[in-house]
């Protein structure tokens, strides 16, 4: 299997906090740059957050100071933990290597945020 599984995702009302989960065992995933992308209804798939291979990390300034991307090397998963949602956060969330492989996209997992 070389598809990311994204889970996590969920309902919850603005201000809340969600843990997304991503998990591939067909790459040697400690070799790679990760990243987390969003695709709003009706907007293009966008960049969230950035992981480097050692650790260092860079966010879209949509998410700056709200959302914490981490990885696991030894558990082949990247995590994304998501605070002080907004209803601008509702989103289908996926993960991908970077630069970002076609046959590694997976069905991504839906955030709502609302009311």
């Known amino acids: 299997q070389v598809q990311f599984v994204e889970s996590g995702g969920g309902s919850v009302q603005p201000g809340g906090s969600l843990r997304l989960s991503c998990a591939n065992s067909g790459i040697i995933f400690s070799t790679y740059y990760m990243a987390w992308h969003r695709q709003a209804p009706g907007k293009q798939r966008e960049l969230v957050a950035r992981?480097?291979?050692?650790?260092?990390?860079l966010y879209a300034d949509s998410v700056k100071g709200r959302f914490t991307i981490s990885r696991d090397n030894a558990k082949n998963t990247v995590y994304l933990q998501m605070n002080s949602l907004k209803s601008e956060d509702t989103a289908i969330y996926y993960c991908n290597v970077i630069p970002a492989r076609t046959d590694y996209w997976g069905k991504g997992t839906l955030v709502t945020v609302s009311s």
């Open positions: 992981i480097m291979s050692g650790g260092s990390t």
